[in-house]
């Protein structure tokens, strides 16, 4: 077996030196560095990647904590994680909580116990208290989510903002009886999307019949679910926004099943843009976030936190974009 002191003697340096040009290349001369490569190269030098982290109080591991891996838009977000964490010789530990707050509170005690250098939250649904104790201790990020008056970084879209843009083209399309479908109102995303609905009706001077106004949970059986509710009622929505896109696919499978037409009758507009909402029949009208974008940004600031550099700002807001389709027509 190689070592790194057989590397040090073909190459006549230190074995100081072959430490550095394998993990602080840009404090070695250009000329040393590349004799100690070409010896590694010939001696096909592996080091001991467990003993320098163990050195160092390092694992390359972090843990990114998801409400639901079953939502297609994490899996997006994760996507961007992945790429920055494997480009940086890290490696990316999944902890899926199901919403699930004492399952989250595990995930921080492994933060605690040093298996992991950092963690990225895709939810904040979560002990603020605790999740802000970490955070002072541990390098911690949000993504997607926020935690009111935290200075936690975080990395996510204007939620109230795009939900008010997305209600305002319902209304230009002439709806004014418009339905809308929530996240839990006990989430941040839940109440911002919801603030945005409300804020662009009273925008135009609307006024929202509260029986239109329904809590899902941003599963697909909730937006169906809800639908019928709302299918129930005397005078049924021109227009539904659900706040995301599986709850949407669950109101047009609800509508349908009612014999009735998606655009034709009923309008719908959904949130995230995630895949399947170009491919649903009808195509799906929806707000688009950046999700590898969300990611990838995401997991940047963990690694300057991780390397004890310095964060510029506490908020990253990324653009979003509503995406028109066919699922939305003007009121009949």
């Not at 008010?164 to 839940?190: D, M």
């Not at 001077?205 to 009622?233: H, R």
Request: with cysteine.
């Amino acid at each position: 077996m190689v070592r790194i002191k057989d590397v040090a003697n073909m190459a006549n340096v230190s074995t100081a030196t072959v430490s550095r040009v394998l993990s602080k290349p840009h404090t070695v001369k250009e000329e040393t560095m590349e004799k100690v490569l070409k010896v590694i190269k010939e001696l096909d030098y592996q080091p001991n990647i467990l003993a320098r982290q163990l050195r160092r109080l390092e694992t390359k591991t972090v843990i990114v904590v998801v409400p639901d891996i079953s939502n297609p838009f994490f899996t997006k977000v994760l996507r961007g994680i992945e790429h920055m964490a494997v480009a940086n010789g890290y490696q990316v530990l999944l902890g899926n909580t199901s919403s699930d707050v004492e399952w989250q509170s595990g995930y921080l005690n492994i933060l605690r116990q040093k298996q992991a250098d950092g963690m990225v939250f895709l939810t904040a649904k979560v002990n603020s208290q605790l999740i802000e104790e970490i955070a002072n201790n541990y390098p911690v990020v949000l993504a997607c989510e926020y935690i009111e008056g935290s200075n936690i970084p975080t990395v996510s879209i204007d939620n109230i903002s795009a939900a008010r843009k997305a209600t305002e083209y319902l209304i230009q399309l002439e709806h004014t009886r418009i339905g809308f479908i929530s996240g839990p109102l006990n989430s941040v995303l839940g109440q911002d999307r919801l603030k945005g609905f409300y804020q662009a009706m009273a925008q135009y001077d609307i006024k929202v019949d509260p029986v239109l106004i329904q809590e899902g949970d941003f599963t697909y059986e909730s937006g169906l679910n809800v639908m019928n509710k709302l299918l129930a009622l005397n005078q049924l929505p021109t227009a539904v926004f659900a706040a995301n896109d599986e709850m949407a696919f669950g109101a047009i499978n609800a509508i349908k099943s009612k014999k009735l037409r998606v655009p034709d009758d009923i309008s719908v507009i959904g949130f995230d843009d995630i895949k399947f909402s170009s491919i649903f029949e009808p195509t799906l009208t929806t707000v688009a976030q950046p999700a590898f974008e969300i990611g990838n940004i995401a997991m940047e600031l963990l690694i300057n936190l991780m390397n004890n550099k310095k964060v510029n700002r506490s908020q990253y807001i990324l653009e979003d974009q509503l995406v028109i389709r066919s699922s939305c027509i003007k009121k009949l």
